[in-house]
């Protein structure tokens, strides 16, 4: 066999060897994710974490569950080697009793699917309520007492669903307290008797907003007639409300501002005994034109923010300081975070989470 022939061979083995090692490849931590007892007829939610340990983007392709009765979502985009993705499940039970369902996972890591498998148990009550219903206003309990309206346009009028239990013997009628203009709720059904479960849906009227960015306020469940506003019945309610560019033209787009951030997730040292501690965050533009930041926001009273300059020109930059606030942080519902609200039409919003060490 000639020099060159002998060459040839060993580059061949050489690239397939590589595209044999160079390919995604998927994990997950479990395959199978127990839900406990779940309610008849009340969806429940349930998440894997998907991780790429390859060397390639992992794409999920498709998930198909085997019944109808399952509605599925997952990571649409490329998953980079080592991060992770998700595949979340949302189970509406129709009948009683145990079940175990399955879900096909379709990726460019393979050719054959990867299976994931949820199970437990159907019932008419509840044995347990904290997990389902962790939030105690005594003779009811609700899932969740810190409302978000996420990414809102203008005109927009989107719905958020609580649910709530009864634990009491007598009939009881849900009612909120102190509602805006900007929101309306329903309640199904309208009377609840003793251990049964209903829904507060609460729909947003985006019209009606008077601000861009950040717009809180906070409600209260009414747990009997004439019942107080008090920490313990109040729920949150935060909607963040977003620019319109929809006239831009494609040249103001090409000679928009861009937004760049040093940090999008900010870990903070325990504070001990500190009352407080401040962290950093540059903030610049590597655009074309000036940077404007037209909201600064924080979610919650445990942080506090400012920024060196709200006009950033191009090529320039601003530092934000971020202050977490220790006799808040175990007072607030919901995560700290920092909005910045810009004319950036790519990165219009952008959220930074404050991490603190316990």
Same mark, same amino acid.
């Given at each position: 066999?000639?020099?060159?022939?002998?060459?040839?061979?060993?580059?061949?083995?050489?690239?397939?060897?590589?595209?044999? +090692?160079? $390919?995604?490849?998927?994990?997950?931590?479990?395959?199978?994710?127990?839900?406990?007892?779940?309610?008849?007829?009340?969806?429940?939610?349930?998440?894997? /974490?998907?991780?790429?340990?390859? /060397?390639?983007?992992?794409?999920?392709?498709?998930?198909?569950?085997?019944?109808?009765?399952?509605?599925?979502?997952?990571?649409?985009?490329?998953?980079?080697?080592?991060?992770?993705?998700?595949?979340?499940?949302?189970?509406?039970?129709?009948?009683?009793?145990?079940?175990?369902?399955?879900?096909?996972?379709?990726?460019?890591?393979?050719?054959?699917?990867?299976?994931?498998?949820?199970?437990?148990? +159907?019932?008419?009550?509840?044995?347990?309520?904290?997990?389902?219903?962790?939030?105690?206003?005594?003779?009811?309990?609700?899932?969740?007492?810190?409302?978000?309206?996420?990414?809102?346009?203008?005109?927009?009028?989107?719905?958020?669903?609580?649910?709530? +239990?009864?634990?009491?013997?007598?009939?009881?009628?849900?009612?909120?307290?102190?509602?805006?203009?900007?929101?309306?709720?329903?309640?199904?059904?309208?009377?609840?008797?003793?251990?049964?479960?209903? #829904?507060?849906?609460?729909?947003?009227?985006?019209?009606?907003?008077? $601000?861009?960015?950040?717009?809180?306020?906070?409600?209260?469940?009414?747990?009997?007639?004439?019942? #107080?506003?008090?920490?313990?019945?109040?729920?949150?309610?935060?909607?963040?409300?977003?620019?319109?560019?929809?006239?831009?033209?494609?040249?103001?787009?090409?000679?928009?501002?861009?937004?760049?951030?040093?940090?999008?997730?900010?870990?903070?040292?325990?504070?001990?005994?500190?009352?407080?501690?401040?962290?950093?965050?540059?903030?610049?533009?590597?655009?074309?034109?000036?940077?404007?930041?037209?909201?600064? $926001?924080?979610?919650?009273?445990?942080?506090?923010?400012?920024?060196?300059?709200?006009?950033?020109?191009?090529?320039?930059?601003? #530092?934000?300081?971020?202050?977490?606030?220790? #006799?808040?942080?175990?007072?607030?519902?919901?995560?700290?975070?920092?909005?910045?609200?810009?004319?950036?039409?790519?990165?219009?919003?952008?959220?930074? /989470?404050?991490?603190?060490?316990?």
């Amino acid at each position: 066999m000639s020099v060159k022939r002998t060459f040839l061979s060993f580059l061949w083995c050489a690239f397939a060897w590589i595209a044999a +090692v160079a $390919q995604p490849r998927l994990e997950v931590v479990s395959d199978v994710a127990n839900m406990g007892e779940i309610m008849y007829q009340l969806p429940a939610k349930v998440s894997f /974490t998907l991780r790429n340990t390859g /060397t390639e983007p992992l794409l999920i392709n498709e998930v198909i569950p085997s019944c109808g009765c399952t509605a599925v979502d997952w990571t649409h985009e490329p998953v980079a080697p080592g991060a992770e993705g998700m595949v979340t499940a949302i189970y509406d039970a129709k009948m009683l009793g145990v079940f175990q369902k399955d879900f096909e996972i379709y990726t460019n890591a393979s050719d054959e699917p990867f299976y994931l498998h949820i199970q437990g148990r +159907v019932v008419s009550k509840l044995s347990d309520y904290s997990g389902t219903f962790p939030i105690d206003l005594g003779n009811v309990r609700l899932n969740v007492n810190n409302v978000e309206f996420d990414n809102v346009n203008k005109g927009d009028s989107p719905m958020v669903e609580l649910q709530i +239990v009864n634990m009491g013997r007598k009939s009881y009628k849900p009612y909120l307290m102190h509602l805006p203009t900007y929101l309306s709720a329903q309640y199904v059904p309208e009377v609840l008797s003793g251990g049964r479960i209903g #829904k507060i849906l609460l729909t947003l009227d985006s019209e009606k907003l008077h $601000q861009m960015g950040l717009t809180q306020t906070s409600v209260y469940l009414a747990r009997k007639m004439g019942d #107080k506003v008090s920490d313990e019945n109040e729920i949150t309610v935060s909607a963040v409300l977003l620019p319109d560019f929809s006239s831009l033209s494609a040249a103001e787009r090409l000679n928009a501002p861009r937004l760049e951030l040093s940090a999008d997730t900010i870990d903070m040292e325990p504070l001990g005994r500190k009352r407080k501690r401040t962290m950093e965050v540059e903030v610049r533009n590597t655009g074309k034109s000036t940077l404007e930041v037209r909201s600064l $926001q924080v979610f919650n009273r445990a942080l506090t923010v400012s920024l060196s300059e709200r006009n950033i020109p191009a090529g320039g930059a601003a #530092k934000m300081k971020v202050t977490v606030l220790a #006799k808040y942080l175990d007072k607030v519902k919901g995560s700290p975070r920092v909005l910045l609200i810009t004319n950036d039409p790519a990165r219009s919003k952008e959220i930074i /989470t404050v991490n603190v060490k316990q």
